[in-house]
Structures are given as structure tokens and as C-alpha cells.
RNA sequence: UCCUCGAUAGCUCAAUGGGUAGAGCAACCGGCUGUUAACCGGUAGGUUACAGGUUCGAGCCCUGUUCGAGGAGCCA
């Protein structure tokens, strides 16, 4: 009489057996006698068959009037089929008793298209829809991973506040809150306290929201994001390129392995993500700067320029913004550019140190350029991880704050630290939302925030 | 801050040179035993973002405003 309550993405372990599913209408088509529903339960999609014979003439008309996103508990035997559809699909429930637990008012997003701002505006319900439900289970993967390779490889998590007195890199895009009688600021970066940490911890991170007011309206930016930020002692550049390597790797076949269904629904390119395994390239800005000038040479004399696999490069829509000169930091259209050219991530090291941020420490021989490497993510998301080796000269670093015209006053604790044992140390950031959206192949990082924030975006 | 584009039914979009506001989906009613965004028949649904102007007549032309989208700059 009882059947045990299964979840949907098990339900291939109970082909043969009546189970209790429980959760919502996602989807409904009718034949008839026939009633089609397809029922999520968070775990997946299984479409369950109401048979008007099976049922009775009561129980039908209910299943077959019932609205989508009605809440309700269906009983029956599973059997395999391979029409059936769903997620993972292959299985469907004979449906034997069904009970609305709640009959849904008029759900307003439908099985056709929408646009973004009705979307937005619904975002409290669209994430039940499928490849919003996808998507967030990439990113909880995403969010996982990150956790297990730290944890397994000697760092500690620090967490580090949000509410800052001062800015890491200039106030302009910080967001500011009253703080009793004076101002805080909402941390755009851990990474000063992360400084801190692993003189007592050796190897720390923190992992949690980090805010920026910028008045960016671009498929890559959010004010607020995700951001891991793992910061090493006694380590140079070429140990936490290494690092580096290693922890993306493993973010994305991680998510290879246990997302495949999720992948699959969103129409993925797998094959892409499965050559994101070390080494990753790595450039020069110097060279970096030259291929640039001379793809920007050849796009506008009306040349052709391939990709790595011998494909004419995407998304140039105005070769003209190629247009660099060496000092100047990349635009978007420069990493869209660039990444087409290697089939997996790419390391550009050595970066001017005047567009950089103040603590990045100089190349002995060359103190123009400094220890600072982007990673590059494939097929035009952008820059997902910015890292450095840090100054550890108390004196140079407090040069380097009055360069960029920063008070000194903030700073005193951060300079302190390099009086009591400074060591080499490096660290980066890593952008949770971008790493997302490219793994998961979405146009926009806003759906790789269960509730994104933009600008003009506080709602829901 | 700048550039480009847009706003018409609950949703996605049409509407010839300025001449009575249209369709699909959703909703509602009916039909169908294998549907995959089902299909077939029917019903209902409108202050064309807002304000002003031109005109015999404006969804359409002009001016302003608001909101949105994409991009640049800045960044992860």
C-alpha cells in the first residue's frame, strides 16, 4: 500500500517496482484517454502516463485539467521506455493514484520563448525551468569542487569580511554603506586578509560574494559575484601557474563526470571541456601584444585569420578594436581575440605593472613588467582567474602605494606584514559565475547567479 | 559616461506609402490510446511605454521622457 518515495534520478534502480514520486508539473501533453505529465522533483524529470482505464474517470479529469507547476503525488510502477522523455529520461511511471497537493494558479512562463526582462523579472520561478536548473547544478558542482581540491591540497579556508574600511585597488567601484558614524566599503577582494592568513596557515582561501560598483552592462559582468581566492606562501609565479592548472583542470572534470546529464540538456560541446587538462599555454604579454598587432594588421587589410583548429575567428565584429599598443591593458575584443588561438585556457604572464594592481611584484631585470598572470577561458568568456606573485619588500610595496596615489594610512597592517618573516608568496582569484557560464556554454554569467545582481537589476 | 537597437494582447512577435489592431503560444470549452514546445475545432483577450506635436486621419512621422537589450571603457 505504501510505496517508498524515490527520487527521480534513481529511478532506474526501480524498474519494475510501484514508487512514490513527489514534486510538480513541469510539462503536460494529452492523447485521449492518455494524459502525459511531466513531473520534476528537483532531482530530475520523469514523465508519468495517466490512463484513463487505470485510473478511473475522476482521477483522469483531474490529472488531465491540472495547470503546470501544480504541486502533487503520484504513485505507480516504473518501466523502462525509450520514448519516454525527461531527466534523465528512458523511464516513465504507470501512474496508478495521483494527489494535487496544490492546484497552481496560471503559471506565467510558458513552453515558449521569452525575453530576458521578463525573465528577470520572473527569476523566483524561472529557475525551475530546465536549463536554469542546469545550469545551477553546474555551479553547485563548480562551487564543490573548488572546495575539495583546496581542502585536499593543504590550504585552510579564512574567510574575510565584507564590510572594509578601505579599498584594495582604488574606491571608485566600491559600493558604500553607512558603518555607524563613518563609511565601509563592501570587499571587492579578500586577498589582503588572505596576505595575512598564510603567514599563520601557510596555505589559505576564502570563498564567498565580493562586490563591484562598476557600470558595466556586458554578458560578463554582475556587482555582485562569486569569487575563490587561494593565496600560498613561499611560492613564486611558475608554482601557482601550476596551482592554477591543476584547480581549473579539476573544476571542469569534475563537473564532466558528474554533471553529464545537466551538460547534455544544455547542448554542450563537451569535447571542449574535456582538453582542459595541463599544461595550459602560456604567453607573454610582449608576444601576446605582437600576435595582436599583427591580427589586427591582417583583419583590417581584409586577410583571413584562423582559429587553432583552421576556422575563421568568431565574434570580430569591429577589427579595429584590436588596436594595442604595448602598456595597454586587453579589452574584451583582445582575450576573444587571443583564446581562439589555443584550444584550451591560456596563462598571459608578464603584464605591464602601471595597468596592474599596486602589490604585484616587478621582475627584477624588468621592473616595468610584473609577476602577474590571466588565465583566459576558451571561446570568448574572458579572464576567469587574475593572479600574482605579491611584493614581499615592506619598503618597495609602500613606494609602489604612494605611486598609485593610495593613502598610506589603510595600508599600515598590510605593510607590517612584510616585517615578520616576509616570504615569496602568490595568490589569485578565481570568478565563480564566469567559470560557470563557459562551462556550461550560456551566453550571459546572469544565469549562473540563482539571483544575480546588476546594474539596474535588484529584483527579485 | 559613450555608441547602436528596441517598447503593440499574460508571453513571443506581425501590421505594404500614414487609412477600422493580427497571428502563434498561454487561459477557457470540445475531440483524440504514445504525446515529446503534440495536433484539430471553438471562445475570450488591446489606453500600441509616457507626454506633447504634425495631419482630415498616427502603432507608423517629429520632439522630449522613462524603461529595457547589446557593445565600448573598467574588470573576475
Known sequence: MHAPIVPIAALSQHVGQVVTLRGWLYNKTGKGKLAFLQVRDGSGICQCVVFRPNVGDETFAIADKLPQESSLIVTGAVRADARAPGVPGGYELDVQSLQVVQRAEDYPIGPKEHGVEFLMDHRHLWIRSSRQWAVLRVRATVMRAIRAWLDSHGFIEVSTPILTPSAAEGTTNLFEVA????????????????????????????????????????????????????????????????????????????????????????????????????????ITYDDAVRTLQEMHARLMAGETVVAYDGAPLQGIEDPDLLRITWGMDFGSPHETALTQLYDRPVFVTGFPSAVK????????????????????????????????????????????????????????????????????????????????????????????????????????
Not at 613564486?236 to 581549473?248: G, K, N, S
Not at 605611486?403 to 589603510?410: A, D, K, T, V
Not at 606584514?417 to 608568496?425: E, N, Q, T
Request: proline fraction near 7%; hydrophobic fraction near 35%.
Open 179 to 282: 558603518y555607524f558614524d563613518e563609511k565601509a566599503y563592501l570587499a571587492q577582494t579578500g586577498q589582503l586578509y588572505n596576505e595575512a592568513g598564510i603567514f599563520a596557515f601557510g596555505r589559505v582561501y576564502c570563498f564567498g560574494p565580493t562586490f563591484r560598483a562598476e557600470k558595466s552592462k556586458t554578458r560578463r559582468h554582475l556587482t555582485e559575484f562569486w569569487m575563490v581566492e587561494p593565496e600560498i606562501a613561499f611560492c613564486d609565479l611558475d608554482q601557482l601557474l601550476a596551482i592554477e592548472e591543476e584547480f581549473v583542470s579539476h573544476i571542469v572534470q569534475t563537473c564532466l563526470r558528474e554533471n553529464a546529464n545537466e551538460l547534455k540538456l544544455l547542448g554542450r560541446d563537451v569535447s571542449r571541456l574535456q582538453r582542459v587538462i595541463p599544461p595550459f599555454p602560456r
Open 357 to 460: 594592481a599596486f602589490y604585484m611584484e616587478p621582475y627584477p631585470d624588468r621592473p616595468e613588467v610584473c609577476k602577474s598572470a590571466d588565465l583566459l577561458a576558451p571561446e570568448g568568456y574572458g579572464e576567469i582567474i587574475g593572479g600574482s606573485e605579491r611584493i614581499s619588500d615592506g619598503a618597495l610595496l609602500e613606494r609602489r602605494i604612494r605611486e598609485h596615489g593610495l593613502p598610506i594610512e589603510p595600508y599600515k597592517w598590510y605593510v607590517e606584514l612584510r616585517k615578520y618573516g616576509s616570504v615569496p608568496h602568490s595568490g589569485f582569484g578565481l570568478g565563480v559565475e564566469r567559470t560557470v557560464a563557459w562551462i556550461c556554454g550560456i551566453e550571459h554569467v546572469r544565469e549562473a547567479s540563482p539571483f544575480p545582481r546588476l546594474l539596474n537589476r535588484l529584483y527579485p
